[in-house]
């Protein structure tokens, strides 16, 4: 069965860093394409980022140049560093399994990330 | 950016009707890469459908996917009390995209 656990959410100041990290159980991180997906309180998803089985990232405009996705082979466990947080960073952030790059099947319960000052 | 419009915004429904989720793209989907999500409060996503029309594992078949190029459509046939949930659809053709939502409640 996969499990995939956020954690490393809470609260930070606007222009602060944060890490999240998404471990996994069930699945290999480095064989499969795997994505961030957030969703502010009471909105809707948006995706932020993906890593390819190659290594190759990609980011949404939102957040482009200020977050990174990276994984540890080793620990089987997925990241976002987060900087320059802003208010509008604020949001549950998910970590999930995109098929073949493309849809997510598996989702992790999620960590909120809440940017305040 | 392929933007996604649901609709409506919310369907107010008893158990036992059948729901009809709309989701138009501002361009077309091609492939038909095309993906609806179920999500409850306070929970995860899950996936019901993709490549517009296939059931994900273990997805009841009462929920049913179809379109094609600019307009996908989610059917739930015969509401269940556990259907009552938030519904998006999302392209993975050019980059990822989320529509807004449709909420599914109870009338």
């Known amino acids: 069965e996969v499990q995939l656990v956020e954690s490393g959410g809470g609260l930070i100041q606007p222009g602060g860093s944060l890490r999240l990290s998404c471990a996994a159980s069930?699945?290999?991180?480095?064989?499969?394409?795997m994505s961030w997906v957030r969703q502010a309180p009471g909105k809707g998803l948006e995706w932020v980022s993906i890593?390819?089985?190659?290594?190759?990232?990609h980011y949404a405009d939102s957040v482009k140049g200020r977050f990174t996705i990276s994984r540890d082979n080793s620990k089987n466990t997925l990241y976002l560093q987060m900087n320059s947080l802003r208010a509008e960073d604020t949001a549950v952030y998910y970590c999930?399994?995109?098929?073949?790059?493309?849809?997510?099947?598996?989702w992790g319960q999620g960590t909120l990330v809440t940017v305040s000052s | 950016e392929i933007v996604l419009t649901q609709s409506p915004g919310t369907l107010s429904l008893s158990p036992g009707e059948s729901a009809t989720l709309s989701c138009r793209a501002s361009?077309?989907?091609?492939?038909?890469?095309l993906a609806w999500y179920q999500q409850k409060p306070g929970q995860a996503p899950r996936l019901l459908i993709y490549g517009a029309s296939s059931r994900a594992t273990g997805i009841p078949d009462r929920f049913s996917g179809s379109g094609s190029g600019t307009d996908f459509t989610l059917t739930i046939s015969r509401l269940e009390p556990e259907d009552f949930a938030v519904y998006y659809c999302q392209q993975y053709a050019n980059s990822w995209t989320f529509g807004q939502g449709t909420k599914v409640d109870i009338k």
């Open positions: 890593i390819y089985t190659a290594g190759t990232t």
């Open positions: 361009q077309s989907v091609s492939s038909n890469y």
């Open positions: 999930a399994r995109a098929i073949s790059g493309y849809y997510f099947d598996s």
């Open positions: 069930g699945l290999t991180v480095s064989s499969n394409y």
